[in-house]
């Protein structure tokens, strides 16, 4: 069963007081996301956004059975974009299916600019996620808007394992992290390019962040021939040396499909396996220009982690560049970081696309 991207976030009342199918669809043509924020009585205050259009906050009133909502706008956003948007349905081949969890799709979300810059096809950013288990809903988010604005078309993926896609699509992740949701961004990317021959199949960059930054080190391993350029953030690269030094490394164990006990001294076996899923395995195929962002601080995912990918490719003379924040922590969270942060990721994109 697909599910769509669009959210709506709206809360539970008795059984008199309802929203219609009608109701959802007239909203979904103008905002993608709708996030209750409170409720007071039968007053919903809720902030809607999509990816063209900066939040906004808007009033209703919980109506009668068979009555629709009336909406009331308190703030407008400053501006909105006629960047054009739509949502990906993803089915993976049958060769790609999950034998534990089969039948399962996903989706993402794609973002152009409202023209083509000197009549030439828009290159291609695919943005990865983090978490793993976290998602791109259709809504505003101000790193896809700046890459637009600047001439580039944006793919948000939501690979098996995000949510907003039932139970059974986050399990299905465990234990084939490197190999399951790698296939997902590929077989989204090959989505996008087919269904718009306007998007560049030449000009192809992948950029994340954490277990986003992961992918995108995967994708430029394992499609050589394929991305053109990479930016990542505080990216996770090898996951056997990441056990001693993550704060949370029971998850370490998790992904990876192994049982965690803080008894357990980690075996060969188990090393090996976790080495096997990481993107290190594929450092010498890499052949994409890598932008690597880290954070000092960054209690998460230690950032020897870049450092380790940073030095085998600078051995091998292949271009790479290190931004280094001695104050930042695991989300390079500062304003002074995220501006430094964007920047450099648009001027190396703009380099090498």
């Not at 794609?110 to 695919?126: A, G, Q």
């Not at 001439?151 to 986050?170: E, H, K, P, W």
């Amino acid at each position: 069963m697909k599910r769509c991207l669009l959210s709506f976030s709206l809360p539970s009342v008795c059984p008199s007081c309802s929203l219609s199918a009608a109701d959802l669809s007239d909203l979904s043509k103008v905002y993608g996301s709708w996030k209750l924020l409170t409720l007071q009585r039968d007053l919903m205050v809720v902030c809607c956004s999509s990816p063209n259009s900066p939040p906004t906050l808007r009033v209703g009133f919980l109506p009668s059975a068979g009555e629709t909502v009336t909406w009331r706008t308190l703030q407008q956003p400053v501006m909105t974009f006629d960047y054009p948007w739509k949502v990906l349905d993803v089915t993976p081949p049958s060769e790609e299916d999950n034998r534990c969890y089969p039948g399962l799709d996903f989706g993402a979300v794609l973002v152009k600019p409202s023209r083509l810059i000197c009549e030439t096809r828009t290159p291609l950013v695919v943005f990865i996620h983090g978490g793993p288990h976290s998602q791109f809903p259709a809504e505003w988010n101000s790193t896809t808007a700046g890459l637009v604005e600047l001439g580039f078309a944006v793919l948000m993926v939501n690979y098996r394992g995000s949510t907003g896609f039932g139970q059974d699509s986050i399990l299905s992740l465990i234990g084939q992290i490197g190999s399951q949701d790698v296939q997902d961004v590929q077989r989204a990317v090959m989505a996008a390019l087919q269904s718009d021959k306007t998007l560049d199949p030449k000009r192809l960059a992948v950029i994340g962040g954490s277990h986003g930054g992961f992918l995108s080190c995967h994708m430029i391993g394992q499609y050589p021939d394929f991305y053109r350029a990479c930016a990542a953030r505080n990216p996770v690269i090898n996951a056997a040396t990441l056990l001693g030094t993550s704060d949370i490394v029971d998850w370490r164990y998790t992904s990876a499909g192994f049982h965690f006990s803080y008894d357990n001294i980690p075996t060969a076996e188990t090393l090996a396996a976790m080495l096997q899923k990481s993107p290190i395995t594929h450092a010498a195929l890499i052949k994409a220009p890598v932008l690597l962002m880290l954070g000092g601080k960054d209690r998460r995912v230690s950032p020897h982690q870049g450092l380790e990918l940073y030095k085998v490719l600078k051995s091998r003379g292949s271009p790479v560049r290190l931004l280094w924040f001695p104050e930042d922590g695991h989300s390079l969270s500062r304003v002074d970081t995220q501006v430094d942060c964007f920047l450099n990721t648009v001027l190396w994109l703009n380099q090498h696309l």
